[in-house]
T-cell receptor, first 115, second 115 residues
Framework: NAGVTQTPKFRILKIGQSMTLQCAQD?????MYWYRQDPGMGLKLIYY???????DKGEVPNGYNVSRSTTEDFPLRLELAAPSQTSVYFC??????????????FGDGTRLSIL | AQKVTQAQTEISVVEKEDVTLDCVYE???????LFWYKQPPSGELVFLIR??????QNEISGRYSWNFQKSTSSFNFTITASQVVDSAVYFC????????????FGSGTRLQVQP
């Protein structure tokens, strides 16, 4: 059981470059999330999706975009990388339903540095 | 809006000591879920416990126990007879039963257990 898989694990970008952080889950979860974790802080929500074709902004969406064309995949795109986007990015998924708010399953994170 | 406060930034104990990590939350909703996650030095997030707002029973799992008190909006976590492997950052988090169901995290408490 792979759970939530994030790639890459580490990446260094130059200012102004773009990249896509990949996230895939194999648990048929409907909800998926992207969080960022800055040093010494808790995680903050960037974007989320409640199902294929449906996405919405979280607390800190500026500079990012997402798409959800399938249940399994939820990529996060940085269009013009800025130093403020240096962070650890976590993807998570959860199943909701009659027994709602099952714990979110997290990927191992992507450590991104913008120089 | 929801808020989770973990006032203890860092705690250092000696092995076999008991330690309590504090968590205070704010929400106007009556139905919500509280979580604790562990983040070891390797960086991944490990789910520890979920508690819903209607269940104030304390829970014990091995050396871990949780005390949920709605009257004080607290959800504290105690480790009994701490071990070096307990060294990690611990996050308390809250989610509602509606909407995006994303986690609102506290800023975390770093626990160092010295041998």
């Amino acid at each position: 059981n792979a759970g939530v898989t994030q790639t890459p694990k580490f990446r260094i970008l130059k200012i102004g470059q773009s990249m896509t952080l990949q996230c895939a889950q194999d648990m048929n979860h409907n909800y998926m999330y992207w969080y960022r974790q800055d040093p010494g802080m808790g995680l903050k929500l960037i974007y989320y999706s409640v199902g294929a074709g449906i996405t919405d902004k979280g607390e800190v969406p500026n500079g990012y975009n997402v798409s959800r064309s399938t249940t399994e995949d939820f990529p996060l795109r940085l269009e013009l990388a800025a130093p403020s986007q240096t962070s650890v990015y976590f993807c998570a998924s959860s199943r909701t339903g009659t027994d709602s708010n099952q714990p979110q399953h997290f990927g191992d994170g992507t450590r991104l540095s913008i120089l | 809006a929801q808020k989770v406060t973990q006032a203890q930034t860092e705690i250092s104990v000696v092995e076999k000591e008991d330690v309590t990590l504090d968590c205070v939350y704010e929400t106007r909703d009556t139905t919500y879920y509280l979580f604790w996650y562990k983040q070891p030095p390797s960086g991944e997030l490990v789910f520890l416990i979920r508690r819903n707002s209607f269940d104030e029973q304390n829970e014990i799992s091995g050396r871990y126990s949780w005390n949920f008190q709605k009257s004080t909006s607290s959800f504290n976590f105690t480790i009994t007879a701490s071990q070096v492997v307990d060294s990690a950052v611990y996050f308390c988090a809250l989610t509602l039963d509606t909407g995006r169901r994303a986690l609102t995290f506290g800023s975390g408490t770093r626990l160092q257990v010295q041998p």
